[in-house]
T-cell receptor, first 112, second 114 residues
Framework: DGGITQSPKYLFRKEGQNVTLSCEQN?????MYWYRQDPGQGLRLIYY???????QKGDIAEGYSVSREKKESFPLTVTSAQKNPTAFYLC???????????FGEGSRLTVL | GEDVEQSLFLSVREGDSSVINCTYT??????LYWYKQEPGAGLQLLTY?????DMKQDQRLTVLLNKKDKHLSLRIADTQTGDSAIYFC??????????????FGKGTKLSVIP
């Protein structure tokens, strides 16, 4: 089945540690996105990529990094520089010429 | 910058109609979307409307667009307990950046009372 897969679903980390969230899609979509969701805040864009080997910062990129070495994969690293990393992270993909996003099931990161 | 506004909560009785409202700021938005998020899951596209349309109906869902007032609404007829979720309004602002990034509202949490 075609879809977008995020892992892990739940992740705990200690302060000062970097963590990487995985996002893989087999929909042959050009564009991929990472959003952060906090209660009452809606979705905020962290990074997006419209093509392999290229990505742009979103509204809240500080403390995060990404790579896009393959079309199918868009991992997000939450670095120790991110002040408040506890959140629900959503990955999405789309064809480059449409606004319809396909979302993964999300990864919930908790910093202890 | 662009902003999409929604009320945060809505509570309805099972069988009644639900109306979720949204206002947006970019009058040149071409597409407007409604996404649904069930607890602990990602978002799923419910429906969308082109800006040259006033209304779109899809089974129990009716979308109304008032471009003059930049107002979008989603009506769910015969609301069921399975409709309990967060509903997000979204637009693609015509920022000229050449990308198709959506701007989301903060979401309306719909609670259906049995």
């Amino acid at each position: 089945d075609g879809g977008i897969t995020q892992s892990p679903k739940y992740l705990f980390r200690k302060e000062g540690q970097n963590v990487t969230l995985s996002c893989e899609q087999n929909l042959n979509h050009d564009a991929m996105y990472w959003y952060r969701q906090d209660p009452g805040q809606g979705l905020r864009l962290i990074y997006y990529s419209q093509i392999v080997n290229d990505f742009q910062k979103g509204d809240i990129a500080e403390g995060y990094s990404v790579s896009r070495e393959k079309k199918e994969s868009f991992p997000l690293t939450v670095t120790s520089a991110q002040k408040n990393p506890t959140a629900f992270y959503l990955c999405a993909s789309s064809h480059s010429n449409t606004g319809e996003l396909f979302f993964g099931e999300g990864s919930r990161l908790t910093v202890l | 910058g662009e902003d999409v506004e929604q009320s945060l909560f809505l509570s309805v009785r099972e069988g009644d109609s639900s109306v979720i409202n949204c206002t947006y700021t970019d009058s040149s938005s071409t597409y407007l979307y409604w996404y649904k998020q069930e607890p602990g899951a990602g978002l799923q596209l419910l429906t969308y409307i082109f800006s040259n349309m006033d209304m779109k109906q899809d089974q129990r869902l009716t979308v109304l667009l008032n471009k003059k007032d930049k107002h979008l609404s989603l009506r769910i007829a015969d609301t069921q307990t399975g409709d309990s979720a967060i509903y997000f309004c979204a637009e693609i602002p015509n920022s000229g950046a050449g990308s198709y990034q959506l701007t989301f509202g903060k979401g309306t949490k719909l609670s259906v009372i049995p």
